[in-house]
């Protein structure tokens, strides 16, 4: 079993004693894409990332120094709102083993993260159009093969993914009489959900629907082998 979750853009790098220290996987296809951000100006990347200032200094200066700059952890460098849900001051050794055996992150510059992947600052999405169709560069459907996958990243990243052993975790909530996604809450509960995962080391379906938690509950009727569906109702 492998669990897929998505990037954020926003970043806190930093390592883990606890993490083993790994190489890039791709490392073609990531060269590839690291060619091509160099061949972009200033005001292509703020046209294209939609930056300014600061953050575009920085973000340009990234990728001209970017053979320089320190690595880092992956899963310890991300901050956005799934990375918030995590109990990280809890975890020890127990926790960044199930971490290690199970966690993937899919990446638009990387293709896969694992855990201890040694990355560098970076600023990419699947939907910036830097020249080339990252959607066709990245084949990585042979790294899951044989595991079930539970789907946990966004459909921007996990459309990445082909296999019929996807399982779709989704977080509902009521509104005008029917239940919808809605993105804030959905990233924030799935955040809450991968640290009961960790905490609770999860290795199955079934462990997964027993999971209660900020009003959501399992649906039963909305949820099939593929798709395990959450709602709340307040």
Do not use: C
């Not at 290690?100 to 560098?120: C, M, R, S, V």
């Not at 975790?169 to 509960?189: D, M, R």
């Not at 809450?192 to 199955?204: A, K």
């Amino acid at each position: 079993m492998k669990i897929i979750i998505s990037p954020s853009k926003t970043q806190d790098l930093s390592k883990s004693d606890y993490l083993l220290d790994k190489e890039i996987l791709y490392i073609k296809e990531h060269k590839k894409i690291l060619a091509q951000l160099r061949k972009l100006s200033k005001t292509d990347i703020k046209r294209i990332m939609k930056i300014d200032n600061n953050l575009l200094n920085l973000t340009y200066n990234n990728i001209k120094n970017y053979n320089k700059l320190p690595t880092y952890n992956a899963f310890e460098s991300f901050n956005g709102l799934v990375f918030k849900g995590l109990q990280k001051e809890l975890y020890h050794e127990n926790e960044y083993d199930y971490i290690q055996q199970k966690l993937i992150i899919i990446d638009a510059f990387y293709g896969i993260l694992e855990p201890g992947t040694l990355i560098k600052p970076y600023r990419l999405d699947m939907k910036m159009n830097i020249g080339l169709n990252l959607y066709s560069l990245w084949k990585i459907d042979n790294y899951f093969k044989n595991e079930m996958v539970i789907n946990l990243a966004s459909n921007e990243f996990s459309k990445l993914i082909n296999t019929s052993n996807l399982v779709n975790i989704s977080f509902l909530q009521a509104k005008n009489g029917k239940f919808v996604n809605q993105a804030t809450y959905s990233k924030q509960e799935r955040g809450r959900f991968l640290n009961y995962l960790i905490i609770n080391s999860i290795d199955s379906v079934s462990q997964m629907k027993e999971y209660k938690d900020n009003n959501y509950g399992y649906n039963k009727e909305l949820s099939n082998i593929n798709n395990i569906v959450f709602t709340r109702t307040n």
